[in-house]
């Protein structure tokens, strides 16, 4: 069974940088979209980026276009967001999801879930 197992998350302040990472344990990637779905307190689930199998598509929410960059190397079975310029609503619950129909991984139908990481940006 693989299970998403995130990390990079911490306390930055604002105009700082993290790297999450997001390692399939126990499994490969093998044929799923991954996406980086974000969780603040209070507020809706959100994609804020996503990557295809390949790798040859991607998409980010408006919210963090410019500034955070998807990427994933299939071969370490990995999955980066680098998250650049953090403002303090960027802080949220950060979830690492696989999802085997690019259409669906966009709209949050996700196949497999990780537990999470928590990035908190203060001002």
């Known amino acids: 069974q693989v299970q998403l197992v995130e990390s990079g998350g911490g306390l930055v302040q604002a105009g700082d940088s993290l790297r999450l990472s997001c390692v399939a344990s126990g499994g490969t990637f093998n044929g799923y979209n991954i996406a980086w779905v974000r969780q603040a307190p209070g507020k809706e689930r959100e994609v804020v980026a996503a990557?295809?199998?390949?790798?040859?598509?991607?998409h980010y929410s408006d919210s963090v276009k410019g500034r955070f960059t998807i990427s994933r190397d299939n071969v370490k079975n990995t999955v980066f967001l680098q998250m650049n310029s953090l403002k303090p609503e960027d802080t949220a619950v950060y979830y690492c999801a696989a999802g085997p129909r690019w259409t669906g991984v966009l709209t949050g139908a996700m196949e497999k879930w990780g537990k999470g990481t928590l990035v908190t940006v203060s001002s």
């Open positions: 990557v295809s199998w390949g790798g040859g598509l991607t």
